[in-house]
């Protein structure tokens, strides 16, 4: 009878020590794919597993088209105004994209890349919280094929001089050329 009592302890011992290990060692539900992704609050989702590689030659052949938005605050004076235009942002994104490149081939297909930029509006009576207000802004960039999404990534900029913004869309950049 002291057998099958020591047995159950034992056993109950382990079930506890197993459930604490896997509780301590379970990854993260904010870890994120990518370490430049843990610089500040990133988003992403992946569409469509099976045009990922496709999309992702398409790009590093500069087979791809750029499409762009910048949206300035409003309610508040714009830092971004005098420090980033369309042509600007246009520039920094390609020569980003180049240092991922491998050659250029031509191709029937083009990637389209959408990037919107936003600058936070901190004056903006819409923000509910305080965090809201904390980043100055953010970059989204979605990856589409044939018009159909298959990758879109959001990552925030925390400088009001956008001196950060270039590390951003690399990350951004890095993030869909390392997918699998």
Do not use: W
Request: charge should be positive.
């Amino acid at each position: 009878m002291t057998r099958v009592l020591y047995f159950f302890l034992a056993l109950f011992i382990v079930a506890i020590s197993y459930g604490v290990y896997t509780q301590v060692t379970k990854e993260s539900i904010k870890s994120k794919r990518v370490a430049c992704q843990n610089k500040t609050t990133t988003f992403e989702r992946i569409y469509s597993k099976q045009n990922i590689q496709k999309a992702k030659k398409l790009l590093l052949t500069s087979n791809y088209d750029l499409h762009l938005t910048i949206d300035y605050s409003k309610y508040m004076p714009s830092n971004l105004k005098t420090i980033i235009n369309k042509e600007k942002l246009e520039t920094m994104i390609k020569d980003i994209i180049s240092n991922y490149e491998d050659t250029n081939k031509s191709s029937k297909n083009n990637l389209q890349i959408d990037a919107y930029l936003y600058e936070n509006d901190k004056e903006d009576k819409g923000k509910k919280s305080k965090k809201a207000k904390l980043y100055a802004g953010y970059i989204v960039f979605e990856f589409k094929l044939n018009n159909k999404s298959i990758y879109k990534i959001q990552t925030d900029y925390m400088h009001l001089d956008a001196s950060d913004l270039e590390d951003r869309i690399n990350c951004s950049i890095k993030s869909f050329v390392s997918l699998k």
